[in-house]
């Protein structure tokens, strides 16, 4: 027989936080344009998914929430997002809406403004579904192991939405909303037009879910401090658990891969300026490394299947060492757990007390991904270097070698270390590289490069070297496309072995 298309979901965010959230649960994606309109379109065990970004308001989640149901025709509609926390919640808590109301929906007389309720309702099953969820913990698996959750707590209650970012307790929305929607635990601006699309598009059946990330007052330091990022995440787990369980009487597929997110630059995965690594006694003689600038150079492994349980940070504090980073040369370094698992790292160099450059690092996460950084590709200080050579310079050999050891050594020790199977992806990339040039001899220098990275993504089948060679082969070629000129042909003796001069 043949098999019944999966059942569909369409996901509806305000902000790209929100929008970076709910992608990483589908792992690979495509873009599709519906009327203008770009959708993200992924799978998600057992499910077709379209995630759109209406932007903030409920007048533009309704209209996109019906552009969107009247396209794919859901069985399900998700608005996922952030929201002030108004009573009983923490900053990181998720809240599944029972009912949404419209909170500015009234009558404004000479004796004030009276409230004419205007409320939305999540359909049954959805709702049903969260109180079961809401009894247990399943649902904290999902959340990104690289963002440092505080236990959030889970609940199903009422909302409010209007078309205010409420900044205090003390305003006048914020009075108005525990005068008249005392039930209400959230405040948000999407979810009251939201659920009025899906009410059009009957039968699709509607909910909203949200993740606290202000208690209305503080706002400002609690979204520079993170908890947006917190918030969204929460709110996106959540909402993944909740199409998880759902009965769609469909074919399932195997859990996908949750992917460490990207933060200020496409290869880091921390915030900027965060200590991943120390040494020492605090107040003694205490050193802290941290990047100085983004790195310019990374590599990913990713594997494609979720793992049932993390890896224990023991486990990876005790094999970190026999990775391998991103450098041409050199052997040997310092490990530690931090924040997002184990990091092995090389000082390059003895610092006195205090912050410290890191300069090469390997970070490997308790979900199975391995990430490996450098800020050492590209060449940008004069020094010793003749008044001849352009910089900044990147040195093709130095890029060649570094990259070629580093993979082929990942790839042995994410297999022997973090289970690692096949097919898994792999992700190579070379940024900042804009105004540089790449040095392919000291007569052959090609430049200023006029693009700001070289990025490739490929599937790798297996841990042949052939296999990882030819992955290496497509980056080292991407990076001479970006010159505008070709990479030689058999340049640095690779492939095949190790690049060489």
Known sequence: MPQRPFPTAVIVTALEVETRAV????????????????????????WDIAVVEAGPGNAGAAAIAVRALGHYKPHVALFVGVAGGVKDVAIGDVVVATKVYGYESGKDTAKGFQPRPDVQN????????????????????????AIKHEDPAFFVAPIAAG???????????????KEHYGDAIAVEMEGSGFLKGVHISHPTQGAVIRGISDLLSGKASADKA??????ADAASAAAFEILSGLDGGQRKTKP???????????GSYFTQGQVLAEIGVPGVDQVQFAFAD?????????????????LTLSSLNASVNQSEMIRATGYGGLSTVNAYGAIYYDPAGAYPMGPAPLRWATQVFQNGELWSLTDTLITRERAWRPADVPL???????????????????????VAHLGLTFPCEVELGLVSMRGAHLGVDQQDIRGPIKFDEAVVQMEL??????????????????????TGYARPEGLNRFPPGPPRS
């Open 122 to 145: 999540t359909a049954h099953a959805l709702e049903q579904r969260a109180r079961v969820i809401r009894q247990g913990t399943d649902w904290k698996s999902r959340l990104d192991p």
């Open 226 to 231: 993170g908890s947006q990022q917190r918030a």
């Open 294 to 310: 983004a790195p310019d150079g990374y590599m990913r492994i990713i594997p494609m299947e979720r793992r049932e349980k993390p």
């Open 163 to 177: 078309e205010k970012v409420v900044a205090s307790q003390e305003a006048a929305t914020a009075k108005l909303i």
């Open 461 to 482: 089948s297996s841990a042949d070297a052939a296999a990882i060679d030819a992955a290496l082969l497509t980056f080292f070629t991407e990076v001479f496309d970006k």
């Open 392 to 414: 900044p310079l990147i040195p093709a050999l130095t890029l060649e070698q570094g990259f070629y050891r580093a993979l082929h050594k990942n790839i042995a020790f994410a």
């Open 23 to 46: 992608l990483r649960h589908l792992g690979k994606y495509d873009v599709e344009t519906v009327s203008g309109t770009g959708f993200f379109k992924g799978q998600f065990e057992g």
């Open 256 to 266: 996908v891969f949750l992917r460490t997110q990207s933060t200020y630059s496409k």
